[in-house]
């Protein structure tokens, strides 16, 4: 062969690819010639038409040759290819060539056209020819504005010609109805888009000489429709029952007469029927169908029938169009008149005429003839019953069930429920022929039909036997014999019905993608008379229309001839119909209105051709070198004479295999074209014998599926419930592998017609694809197998098998005598790992085709190895299924049962004796059974499972005297194994650390693709991630973990769920709960549950934590050893925004004890005291709503004792107490005027109180201060302030590591701080509370701390002072969280009840008291912190002038004393406490000052109501500081009598800022600032230095504070009093401040005149 080729070499050019060869048609004995005139250039493509053909090379260039009459003289023959230059510049994709008219398509999907344009098929108007390619412009006029369609693919037909979208739609021009427009007009010369198949994805069109062809995907599976039970059309019943002999049938099978398809697909179709004047007198017309839903499997057919009347459809009727008669039509006026025609038919035999014209689909007449009839149909004697008719329609429009006289009685529904669609036909398409392997295949209602069973969740198997032959189920136009089913066999058939599983592929979306789909129909339409269109019969189509017998036939391509059609499927097989004169169809079967298979010879059919009145098939040959066949008109010469004759089978075209390797053939009129490679380097032939492979592969795994898959699952007794399953999921998995290498044989085919670039191999490409369906198939079926599933199946698949031995010994190439049925199944199931190997050898050899350094060779290196990996690591896989299923043969039965898991696998056991347990007894017996999930432990009758996520290994060390021991941790247990021999040990901790590695890492089918296989770690990690159930432990017994684990011991986050309900999430510490977790606990008794965020230590709750529980409470606060222990707040009631109750303060071991304030809200009584097992003990203050004010000793939650009692008047008890508001023993009660009566009382506050005793008037001259006596004495009786909230203290000691204030040590306090920060922002980062961006900037300063070396300096006070103010920013620092706690428990205390102007004093102590003690804790962290009054000495190099410091500017942060800086707690921490807590604390100021600022307020709004003049005059401000001029509003003015709020503007706007600032230092500030600014006004008016005298300033001030018009003055000078420095009383500021007080004072005791 090799000499030939090189013979064959031309001198233009060894050229490899794309190599064209040409011989004329219509021989056997043929001499293919090469066509020269390319100058080297590689074909990519070939079309030929009757006398001229056109060639794509690979540059995009397109070359024509043969007869070109649009170009030159008619008869002129061009034999070397002629470049088509107008199309230089375009890059063409795709040409394609009609009779005598050519298309080409561009890159970017322009269409062009030339050549014969008689018929318009150029889609250029009033040209009958068209000699240069001229652009077609075709435009979607469905858009707005107007889209251009983007073309992908053309095919041409004698007058017409279709384009492919790239959205998948099909756009036509020229003449006739082959276009599928819905049009009367023609030529159409604008490019119209297929309406009838819009929505629709099409794959491929063809088109022959006069009718067109497409393949179109199928559409996804739709729910199961409910059946109507009348034709929409003709109202007649879809269903019949006919009474035979001797059963009944009940079929499906409706005609309807009115003889119009209503469409499948479409709710609505105009439906066109010229009608006409019948007999009777009236015209019938097919209007619109109606809207109706389809039944899924058994559809609803029509059909045309016509009586009498001598016309004939014959092929040799003279009529080209459509051959339809007119005469003799006999129409009907009513439904009544056609059930008593079709009844009143005679018996003769209606073959002949239904073979030409039952239609089964929306069909219309060709408008060239004005029809009277819609459909009429064909002579011939009428001579069949409507049983009869039935019959012979059988097996043409659905399969029938017939049922005995007695299944009659079921009502007509239930038999169609209960039988479905289950069918057992054995008729084929001539009605008598019984069919070979290669009919047997699943219909697509098969399919939909299971899927939606399986959509019901039926988890059992069916007998899917209804398929049994290729006219079952089908919608054939053709008639056939109706299978006369037995009652014995349907009563089986209803049997089976029960189960169900679904053998269609599983369809995998991503491959369906990828990859050329199988699920697919063939729609043809144009004229039929040759029965070309498939239909069975021989009428024309105006609409594309679904060729029913190809459903699920899985065609992947089509080829249209003159007369016939060809549909090569993926099972390498050809469907052809159409016109068989010259033997085109390679079959001699008639009729030849349907498809058949045509009969070839070679291996498998890969690529046809379809030329004028023949066919080629390209098909694999034994050493996988493409043979081409031939069929169709044979001349042959003899004694000079041509005779005509035609093949009766495909030939082989010797002469074609010896040109090298044919990579797609081209049929045309009067050549035919080859398209070849030469095999340089083994390329070639390496892609051949891949592709040619794997179609052989599939057409395997096919027939496994259907001759033995399919059988097997429609068995009885197939075992339980679980094999059952384990069947199914094998059976789906191996039919998405069988659908996935269908997929890649039909890929294969069109990457040989292409460029053939070895890296666009669908294998390399997607390689992951492949990989997972076999590594998914290998799961399944090794499952399978583990399970005894194969010994389940032979049992009840005996007499099948054994009826079908030799097709499966042929399948599993297992030629061997006396084989065990199991083997045999074994054999088949586990044949297509084989072919990994395969792929692995083919892509290696195709590598060698390359440089070493090249990427191609990489790539195809690499992924041979992969595949070469799977393989092998598939193969251990199966290894390990077999080891495993021996040993369940040998292994005790009870125990199996509860062992044996489908994915379960053995590793080692020790049966052996090779491993024992230390100090077992002496007679007991331990073996050990390591599996890949758990190592089990089995004891005479019992075992113990432990899961190997959870099982921790050891050797241990000799020198114990452990000897070849083995320690296994387990959570509940811990145990010595020990090993007969070093060897032995080794074996075991190596199989053990091996399996718990995989074990954690997932399922042992992860696979490192390209890696050098999967080497597992020795060593598995002793920190992991595990579920477990607790079987033992009795804290944990039956709960779930669900998380991290150390050794044996949850360790790190995780899960724990109890079986009661219990469950706790967060953070473990060496098996118990430790850290931050939630925990919740279900109250049955409420339906609710308790629910814990918080702290847990050693498996308590133990810190601050937040406890809800099921009654409403809710506890916020710290816990120790699971109860409440600690500083805590407690809401009582069912809303807890609006709780009843509150408390704030500290608890004991689950008690109130120590402080704490108790807001009963229902009552409106504050507590505020000392509290002892959960009840008032000591001394407290109560205050309630009404103004009451009571502090004294408390026993047993009553007022007991002494105490002070005060009322909203001002009235005063002072004395005994025995309960709540009740006087009992001596006292003393003081009325507001003054008097008081001593002695005894008894009897409750506001309800009459009985007095013995003494009263005093006292002296009127009496010193004053001596007058409120009582009220002086207030806060003697309550508790100390720095008694108050020392939990709250405590527990910020505690977090710095301190047992007690000041006690410990300093830097593991602020090591503590870090670690506080650091785990607080990391439990926030886990929260779904973001921290905001300034938050988080505080926390990353927070992390340095504050250094301090040599002596310390105002800086070094300064950086502490602002440390301090960050870390009080966040709650998340120590500091912060206390500053927090002590501004919750101060508001808590002093809003709302606590809101009583008696409580000031108090609220102003328990200040003071924080102050003290938070400069205790920052003295502790900062050392060199002097004390309390201490002074700070100036540096030598700071210049005296800092006293600007203080001299009011802007900055109040830096607030410091002189001379020197005093370090004081007011000056340190009331910037940062002062501003949190001046809410409360100011109102507390407002209400006690309530009516001395009445009196003030009173005042000034009066003396306000004078002008500037008449004011200052008033007030004896000397003139001389009287301003002449004021600047309003930027302007100079002059003082007028009339000016008001215009002098010292500015000092009174600096002095009304008092009222914005929190600290006292800030409002002396502010006073110190209004004094300058007074100062500076009266400078500007005197222009000269002086100094002032209080006399002068005085005045000038208190002008200023009336004008500044502060409401609550009196507070803000309280306020400062009681909170400013005691060093700044006598200071300057002091001063200046005495002077504001004065003013205060002044004002409420000025009188006007």
Known sequence: MDSQERSSEEAEGAKERGLVYVWKAGSCSVTPERLLGLSGKTVLQAALGIHHGLLLTEGGEVYSFGKLPWRSRPEECVNSPVLENTLLGHRIITVAAGSFHNGAVTESGVVYMWGDNSAGQCAVTNQPCVPEPQLVSICDSETSPLLSVRILQLACGEEHTLALSLSR???AWGSGCQLGLITTTFPVTKPQKVEHLAGRVVLQIACGAYHSLALVQCLPVQEMKPIPERCNHCSQPLITMTDKEDHVIISDSHCCPLGVALSDNQPENHIFCPSSDTPGGKSVTAGQSEDFQKPLVEQHRLVGLDSEGPSGLSSSDGREDNGISSSGNTLFSDKKEVKEYLIGLSDSSLNESLNKNICTEHEQPSQEEQLSACIPGPPGSSTSTLNSLVASCASAVGVRVAATYEAGALSLKKVMNFYGTSSSESGSQ??????????????????????????????????????????????????????????????KVGRAKMRTVALTPTYSGEADALLPSLRTEVWSWGKGKEGQLGHGDVLPRLQPLCVKSLDGKEVIHLSAGGHHSLALTAKSQVYSWGSNISGQLGHLNSPTTVPRLAKVCGDGIWTTAAGLDYSLFLADEKDFQPGLYYCGQETTTENNLNENSCTKSPVLLVACSKIGYISNVIAGGDNCLALVDKNVMGYIASLHELAATERRFYFKLSEIKSQVLRPLLGLDNLGNANTIQLLQEMASRFSKLCYLIGQHGASLSSFLHGVKEARSLAILKHSSLFLDSYTEYCTSVTNFLVMGGFM???????????????????????????????????????????????????????????????????????SSSCYENLAVHLSRKMKEAEYTLGFWKTFPGKMTDSLRKPERRLICESSNRGLSLQHAGRFSVNWFILFNDALVHAQFSTHHIFPLSTLWVEALSEEAGNVNGLKITTPEEQFVLVSSTPQEKTKWLRAISQAVDQALRGTSD?????????????????????KYTFYKDPRFKDAVYDGRWLS?????????????????????????????????????????????????????????????????????????????????????????????????????????????????????????????????????????????????????????????????????????????WTLSGKGTLTLPNGDYIEGLFSGEWGSGIKITGTYFKPSLYENEKDKPKALRKLGILAVSPDEKWKAVFEECWNQLGC?????????????????????????????????????????????????????????????????????????????????????????????????????????????????????????????????????????????????????????????????????????????????????????????????????????????????????????????????????????????????????????????QQISTTFTPADKLKVIQQTFEEISQSVLETLQEDFLWSMDDLFPVFLYVVLRARIRNLGSEVHLIEDLMDPYLQHGEQGIMFTTLKACYYQIQHEKLN
Request: hydrophobic residues 35%.
């Open 1006 to 1026: 992860m696979i490192l693709y390209g890696a050098g296989g999967n080497v597992p770690r020795q060593e598995p990690p002793i920190s992991r991630s595990a």
């Open 792 to 862: 389940l199946l032979a049992k009840p698949a005996i007499d099948f098998l054994s009826k079908n031995q030799e097709l499966l010994q042929k399948l599993s190439e297992k030629n061997e005598e006396n084989l065990q049925l199991v083997e045999v199944l074994n054999a088949l199931f586990f044949m297509p790992f084989g072919r990994l190997h395969n792929y692995a050898r083919t892509l290696l050899k195709l590598a060698t085709c390359f440089e070493v350094a090249s990427p191609e060779y990489q790539k195809l290196q690499d």
């Open 1048 to 1220: 044996g011991k949850p360790h790190g986050r995780g899960i724990l769920k109890w079986a009661d309900g219990r469950m706790y999430s967060g953070t473990f510490r060496t098996g118990l709960e430790d850290g931050y977790g939630e925990y919740r606990v279900p109250n049955k008794a409420l339906n609710k549950e308790d629910h814990y965020v918080g702290y847990w230590k050693e498996g308590k709750m133990c810190g601050h934590g937040v406890y809800s529980y099921a009654t409403g409470e809710v506890y916020e606060g710290c816990f120790q050893d699971n109860m409440r222990h600690g500083h805590g707040l407690l809401r009582s009631g069912k809303l807890t925004s609006s709780s009843p109750s509150m408390f704030i303060g500290q608890w004991i071991m689950d008690k109130k004890s120590g402080y704490g304030v108790f807001d009963d809200i229902t009552r409106g009584e504050k507590y505020m005291g000392m509290w002892q097992d959960d009840l008032c003990q000591g001394n407290g203050v109560v205050v309630t709503q009404f103004g009451l004010y009571y502090e004294g000793a408390f026993s047993t939650n009553k007022m007991m004792g002494t105490g002070i009692l005060l009322s909203e008047d001002d009235t005063v008890y002072e004395g005994e107490f025995s309960d709540n």
């Open 430 to 491: 001539s009605g008598s022929r019984s069919p070979g392997p290669e009919a047997l295949k699943d219909s697509r209602e098969e399919q939909v039909r299971l899927e939606s069973m399986q959509g019901k969740k039926s988890s059992s198997l069916v007998d899917i036997r209804e398929e049994e032959s290729e006219g079952g189920s089908r919608r054939l136009s053709l008639p056939g014999l109706l299978s006369q089913v037995s009652p014995r066999l349907l009563r």
């Open 169 to 171: 739609e099909i756009w």
């Open 1299 to 1551: 047992e007690s204030p000041g006690q410990g040590d300093r830097w593991k306090a602020w090591d503590n701080i870090a670690v506080a920060l650091t785990t607080n922002r990391r439990q926030h980062k886990d929260s779904l509370e973001l921290l905001s961006r300034s938050h988080t900037q505080t926390l990353e300063s927070l992390e340095f701390i504050p250094q301090h070396i040599g002596a310390f300096t105002l800086e070094k006070y300064e950086n502490i002072k602002k440390y301090l103010i960050k870390a009080c920013d966040t709650p998340l620092h120590p500091l912060g969280k206390l500053v927090e706690t002590l501004v919750a428990v101060y508001r808590m205390t002093y809003v709302g009840v606590g809101a009583n102007r008696r409580l000031l004093q108090e609220a102003v102590r328990e200040i003071k008291s924080y102050l003290k003690r938070i400069f205790q804790l920052v003295r502790f962290l900062f050392p060199d912190l002097p004390e309390e009054g201490s002074t700070i000495p100036f540096l030598t190099t700071e210049p005296k002038g800092r006293r600007s410091f203080c001299s009011g500017k802007s900055d109040s942060r830096s607030e410091s004393p002189e001379p020197g800086y005093v370090v004081t707690s007011f000056g340190l921490l009331l910037p940062v406490l002062l501003p949190r807590l001046y809410p409360p604390l100011f109102m507390l100021y407002a209400l006690d000052n309530e009516r001395e600022e009445d009196i003030y307020w009173e005042c000034v709004l009066r003396l306000n109501k004078q002008t500037d003049m008449a004011l200052l005059s008033f007030l004896g401000v000397q003139a001389k500081f009287w301003p002449g001029t004021v600047s309003i509003l930027g302007e100079s003015r002059k003082v007028s009598s009339n000016t008001k709020d215009a002098c010292f503007a500015s000092a009174v706007e600096c002095l």
